[in-house]
């Protein structure tokens, strides 16, 4: 069994205490240092191309030598991680086997010198496209070199590690794309939901939390969408499956509406659109909720005109917008089911749509206003 570092639980308690504290890493990494007896410790975020240092959590250094050391690019000259950049995510290692190697500039050595440093314990937590996160901790020519059993160690912290920066990073991406969505978002007239790659529910507006709280039919319990009705929510969960993978690029489909019944009152609408995948969000859905008694539904003279319908191909349209089945088109228009489908897959034909959720969702989307 591997050796433990004295007070691990509270070692444990304090890093997962980042994700929430407004310091982010930096009391986990002061707790760490005097853990295993270093002078001074690191997570970086290191940018590989060009090699620079984007952000840091620090301990036991100064604002003196961190201003120097940024403002030189001293990162470019650094051992571990010019070493760590190159490699998949790890276990911790001693920084000694790579001195051998390394050829550090006058200025570099000026300063290992002047702080007495011998060793760091290094870890490659987390690799992404661009960037890699590493944590550091140093020890002086007095503190002597990093044993293995202290190395064992410290790697069994290696999992809480990596699970709390990857969960610091999803929630620090949750954020921006929530912050740079708010601005487009808040402002719809519209109940508007988005969905992230999960399609859990991370951002609504003003309008969509208010629309949950009157409503009795449908609410959201942990971060995904509740409705009362068993076949809404199983509708719901596969169209938002299939639009989020859409939006990832891994299925051809496009978008969906789903209509909630309510008593005595037109049932809502419910509209999924794709979004694509971008820096902010790897993929996800916005999610539309429309009132047909707060706001007028494209009528079938409008619709024939900017689609080009035929007066009875508009009005099977119209119909489906305010949420009748095909077999209620056929009553109410006293035309039989096959001749109302037969007039479906003209109007597919003429909208471009292959579903009919999609073509409900492309008539609002242009004739909604």
Known sequence: MAPVLRNEPDLLQTLYRSLTHREGFHAFLEKLTGAINGCAAQLLVIHRQPLR????????????????????NMIAQDVVSNQAIKQAPGLFQSALPLLPDFRPDADYSKWENEQDMLDSAWLVVDNTRTHTFVLTIQRTVGQ????????????????HIRQTVQLYRQLETRSKAASSLSAIIDVLPDATFVLDSLATVFYSNKAAR????????????????????????????????????????????????????????????????????????????????????NRPLPTAEHI??????????????????????????????????????????????????????????????????
């Open 304 to 369: 024939a005109a900017y689609f080009d319908l035929t007066q009875a191909e508009a009005r099977v349209c119209e119909q489906l917008v305010s949420g009748k089945s095909v077999q209620a088109v056929s009553e109410q228009s006293g035309r039989s089911v096959a001749t109302v489908r037969s007039q479906m897959k003209q109007i597919f034909q003429k909208t471009g749509c292959s579903r009919q959720g999609e073509l409900v969702s492309r008539i609002l989307a242009a004739l909604l206003r």
């Open 210 to 293: 208010a629309l949950i709280n009157r409503e009795r039919c449908l609410s959201i319990r942990d971060e995904r969408f509740s409705f009362a009705e068993k076949d809404v929510q199983a509708a719901f969960f596969r169209s938002s499956a299939q639009v989020v993978r859409s939006s990832m690029g891994k299925e051809g489909y496009c978008s969906e509406t789903l209509f909630l019944k309510r008593e005595r009152r037109s049932p809502l609408i419910f509209v999924i659109r794709p979004i694509e995948s971008s820096e902010l969000l790897a993929g996800g859905a916005l999610v539309s909720v429309y009132e047909p008694d």
């Open 144 to 159: 002597g070199p990093y044993q293995q059993t202290e190395l064992d160690a410290l790697n069994r912290l290696v999992p």
């Open 53 to 72: 240092m984007e952000h840091v959590w620090y301990h036991g250094l100064s604002e003196e030598f961190l201003d120097w050391y940024l403002e030189n």
